[in-house]
Structures are given as structure tokens and as C-alpha cells.
């Protein structure tokens, strides 16, 4: 298929229609208004999608949640502010195992905060956000394209492990426009068969889906239960990228946009013979904590860099331990950092240190 | 011609995004790497846009520009905003027509190009922008005026076609003005 210019909010929406999304509901927050308004126009032309602004953020979600107890592939979209409304939902949706994919492209907090970029809701996406101690899996995308597809996989891994999937954008790239592809649209109709859906019991014995259970050994079993499932997730769905880190003295660890800076900035330095290179986490939760171990064999100086005062650098640190130091950037608020501010951290880092 | 940048900015109706978005599309149609990053503040509301694209050989890192390679400026606030945001050597083209002031800095080229002029000239007074993009175009090579009129094209291809002939004139016009100038 030909190369499209799109806007990255547009590219989610087209993404999310050819992953085989039916419904959609949310309600508007800047910066993500580009997103529903380009879904409501898609799935007009859709006969079998529903689309619905609806009149808040809590009634968003909970209609996410009856259309997922259907069997529909569903998705809801908000920034930062919005995100934190719809956290009861999601924790609903958790006690009854219902996937969905949650879109935050998140902007400066806390409170009401701003429209500018920032990547402060990384604690809140990766720890869960609502109560009761639930996961959620998170991708962090760093391209137009890496959009289409980590927006495609969101829906399996929702489908898949029955749970709640963020996808983790932030004001620039949901904002920004670049070349993308789509792959064919998938036809909801050939998704495999959902063998819990709450869809008629014609013929059947009828099903029950609920997050209430009284009875703490019954509560307890179901935790157990969910906690097996993380765990089988991190053993099996950890992704991230690798950019040169092979004779690298220090590895720059950022995801999302903070990625995309820090590989120009790791491409600076490189150009003067300084040893940087990249280490990208895609999934948040589950962090690729091992792979990042696995570096400080030969890696002994990390660079976390972040769009925030300092969220995901304690992942980094849980991961690795004693074995490597680590060292951490960041600027929250809003503020993007320039490739050259980065660059200039990594050399800091490397002449401070004698490295 | 490694990592450009190129800041578009002016009133809100100018076409000032329109003029991002053909760039960004013409730098894509030539397999470049391109982002067209648009100005999303509140100031959106106030009447002014802006906007930056990035057109590079290689990834794009970052698609803000804290300082520019060029900028098209249509109105006196966007030469006031982004006056000192523009590298050494940079060129800035200006609406001739509606920027009343001139850059006080002597670091950078200056094209002032009477694009209301041309474009009223041609009967397509909304072509200002179509002017500015041709002008811009063919003094930077930035990418080719082929692929520029090509985007053109696909960009307005539910306009119609008389739309498309006449933006495509004023792009050609703006190149042709600049030819002029720096022939003299």
C-alpha cells in the first residue's frame, strides 16, 4: 500500500478501524480531538461500527465496557486529565477480564495542566491507575507508523490476555504528521470466536460477568488468578529496540518521543566518536527488564531520559540493580528537549566520568 | 541535504498549514523522510498559525525547530515571532505585500515576494500561499517544483480541477519571481 501522509491521532483511528474496531466511544480533550472526530467520520462509513461522543469520560468507558462485554473490539481516547476519570472503568473492567484499548496522549500535569507534550502519566499507566492492584499492558509507540502497528498489536494483546491495553502517545506525536502504511483491514468477522461474551443464551447456558465477589476466598482466587496472567506476560511480551549499544559506553534508556530525541542525540555524538547508543523499552508493562540486565555486562553508565522529573528511571533501576549506574535527564511540564540538549548531557556524562 | 527545516507562519486563512502539509507531501512523494509538526496552543484560537516540516535524507529525530533553516512568513507578527528562531545564513521569504517591517539581523537572506500582488494578478487571491511555495521551492531545492506540483494534485484532488490548474500557475509564478530576482 502507498505512503499517506497522516497526523499521528488519525493514524491510531485508521489503525484501530482496520484491527476490526466496532465501537468506539469518547468524550474531548485537547490534544486528542483529532482522534474522535476522524473515527466518527470513519465509522460512518461503516455499517456494523458504532460511534459515540458520549457526555463525559466516565460514561465513555463504562460504554467501552458494555460493548467489550458484547464480544466488539472497543476503544476509548483521552489526554492526561480525561485518562484519570476513566480509571474507575478500567479497574471494572480488570475484576471482569474485558479487553480494551485505552488511548492517552498525554499532556502536562498534574491537575488541568496544559496541551503540551509530556510523558507524565507513566507511573499511572504502568502501575495500573485504578485501585485494586490490576495491570494494564502498555505500549509506548515513537513513530507515525510504529502508531499503526502497536495500535493493530493492542487489540490482539487485548483480545488475547483479556485485559485493558494503553497505548502511550503524547501531545507531539498524536499531533505531528508523517508518512505512514496501513496493512489490509481485518474483517472483525474472522477474529477468533470470544467464548465469554454476554451475546444472547439462545441455545446455551447463560453466562455471568461481574467485578463483585463478596467472598474473599472467591476475590482471592481471582487475584491469583490475574497475577499468573502478569506474570505469563512478562515471560512472554516484553518487546523493545536495540540501537547501537554493541560497543556503546553509555545507553541512553527513553521510550516514546523521548526515544526519537535521544537516537538524534546519540547520532551527534556518535559523529565525534563518543560510544552512545539506544536502549528503547516499546512495552512499558511489561518492562524489558532482563534485556536491560542483560546489557550491563559490557554497559556500566545509563542515561535515562524522560519527558517528566523521573518515572520510568526507577524501572531502570529495579532492572538493574547494582550492576550499572544510573544516571537521569529530564524535563517535565511540557518542555521537548532538543537532540543537541541530549547530546550535550551524554558528553557531560562521558568527560565528567573520564568513560 | 541532511536535516532542513522550515518554519511556516501567519494569519489563520493564509494557507499557512496548507503550505506545510504540500511541502511535507512533496518531500514524502521524493521517498524523503518528512514530518509536518502544526502549532496546537490556544494561540490557534487567537488568529495566528504556524507551523514546522522537517525534510531530511536521514530519520527524523526531532520535529521541532528550535532554530530554522528557512522560514515563510506572511504577516509582520510571524517576522517579530520568528525572527531570531532562524539560523545563520538561513533565508527567510517574505510576504512582500502584507509584512510591513524588514529583519534587522544581517546574518540571513531575505526574498520579499509581493505574493497577494501575483496571486491577485492571477485571479486566485487565496494562491498567495501557493506563491510563497513555489518561490520557496525553487530558491532552496528544497525538493523538486515536479514533486511540488504533483502534491498539489493529490492535495486539492476533491477541489477539482480548475482549483488545482490554478494553484499550480501561482506556484510556478512564485518560482519564476525568484528567478527574476536573482537574475537581477
Redesign the interface.
Known amino acids: 500500500m502507498t505512503k499517506q501522509l497522516m497526523r499521528g491521532s488519525h493514524a491510531i483511528a485508521e489503525a484501530a478501524t482496520r484491527a476490526g474496531c466496532r465501537f468506539f466511544a469518547g468524550y474531548p480533550i485537547t490534544p486528542q480531538n483529532e482522534l474522535p472526530e476522524y473515527m466518527s467520520k470513519r465509522f460512518a462509513e461503516l455499517e456494523d461500527a458504532t460511534f459515540i461522543q458520549a457526555e463525559s469520560e466516565l460514561a465513555a468507558i463504562n460504554m467501552v465496557m458494555g460493548a467489550s462485554m458484547a464480544g466488539l473490539r472497543a476503544m476509548t481516547s483521552s489526554s492526561s486529565p480525561g485518562i484519570s476519570l476513566k480509571q474507575e472503568g478500567i479497574s471494572y473492567m480488570a475484576g471482569m477480564e474485558l479487553p480494551a484499548v485505552v488511548v492517552n496522549i498525554m499532556r502536562g500535569g498534574p491537575g488541568l495542566g496544559n496541551i503540551a507534550p509530556t510523558q507524565q502519566d507513566y507511573f499511572q499507566a504502568t502501575r495500573g491507575g485504578g485501585h485494586g492492584g490490576y495491570r494494564t499492558i502498555v505500549l509506548a509507540p515513537y513513530s507515525g507508523q510504529e502508531l499503526v502497528t502497536l495500535t493493530m498489536k493492542a487489540f490482539d494483546l487485548a483480545d488475547a490476555y483479556r485485559m485493558s491495553v494503553i497505548l502511550l502517545g503524547d501531545g507531539l506525536i498524536g499531533q505531528m504528521m508523517e508518512p505512514v502504511t496501513f496493512p489490509d483491514p481485518i474483517d472483525p468477522a474472522t477474529l477468533p470466536e470470544k467464548d465469554w461474551v454476554l451475546d444472547g443464551a439462545r441455545g446455551r447456558n447463560s453466562r455471568f460477568i461481574a467485578s463483585l465477589r463478596l467472598d474473599p476466598v472467591q476475590m482471592e482466587q481471582f487475584n491469583w488468578k490475574l497475577a499468573r496472567k502478569y506474570a505469563a506476560i512478562c515471560e512472554r511480551e516484553t518487546e523493545h529496540e536495540s540501537y547501537l549499544l554493541d560497543d556503546a559506553i553509555v545507553a541512553v534508556v527513553a521510550f516514546g518521543t523521548a526515544a526519537r530525541i535521544a537516537k538524534g542525540a546519540v547520532n551527534q555524538v556518535r559523529k565525534v566518536g563518543l560510544k552512545a547508543g539506544l536502549f528503547r523499552p516499546i512495552t512499558l508493562w511489561p518492562f524489558p527488564g532482563k534485556e536491560l540486565r542483560a546489557l550491563t555486562h559490557t554497559i556500566k553508565n545509563l542515561l535515562v531520559f524522560e519527558m517528566n522529573f523521573g518515572q520510568m528511571v526507577e524501572d531502570v533501576k529495579i532492572s538493574v540493580g547494582e550492576q550499572a549506574t544510573v544516571h537521569f535527564h529530564g524535563r517535565p511540564g511540557g518542555i521537548i528537549s532538543t537532540p543537541h540538549d541530549i547530546a550535550a548531557a551524554i558528553t557531560k556524562l562521558i568527560y565528567r566520568n573520564e568513560l | 541535504m541532511g536535516i532542513t527545516k522550515t518554519i511556516f507562519s501567519g494569519f489563520g486563512g493564509q494557507g499557512v498549514l496548507m503550505m506545510g502539509?504540500v511541502l511535507?507531501?512533496s518531500g514524502?512523494h521524493e521517498d524523503k523522510h518528512?514530518?509536518?509538526?502544526?502549532s496546537?496552543?490556544?494561540e490557534v484560537r487567537g488568529g495566528t498559525a504556524n507551523c514546522t516540516v522537517t525534510v531530511s535524507d536521514?530519520?527524523?529525530?526531532?520535529?521541532?525547530a528550535?532554530f530554522s533553516d528557512f522560514a515563510v512568513l506572511m504577516n509582520t507578527p510571524s517576522l517579530i515571532r520568528f525572527e531570531t528562531r532562524i539560523k545563520t545564513e538561513g533565508i527567510v521569504f517574505l510576504n512582500g505585500d502584507l509584512v510591513e517591517l524588514r529583519p534587522k539581523r544581517r546574518d540571513i537572506q531575505v526574498v520579499a515576494i509581493p505574493a497577494n500582488s501575483i496571486a491577485e494578478r492571477l485571479g486566485n487571491v487565496r494562491g498567495a500561499n501557493m506563491v510563497m511555495i513555489g518561490a520557496l521551492v525553487q530558491k532552496t531545492g528544497l525538493v523538486s517544483l515536479k514533486s511540488v506540483i504533483k502534491s498539489v494534485k493529490s492535495v486539492f484532488e476533491t477541489k477539482g480541477s480548475k482549483v488545482q490548474k490554478m494553484n499550480t500557475l501561482a506556484i510556478k509564478e512564485g518560482a519564476a519571481f525568484v528567478n527574476g530576482v536573482s537574475g537581477s
Open positions: 502539509y511535507a507531501t514524502m518528512v514530518t509536518f509538526l502544526p496546537y496552543g490556544a536521514e530519520p527524523i529525530a526531532s520535529p521541532v528550535s
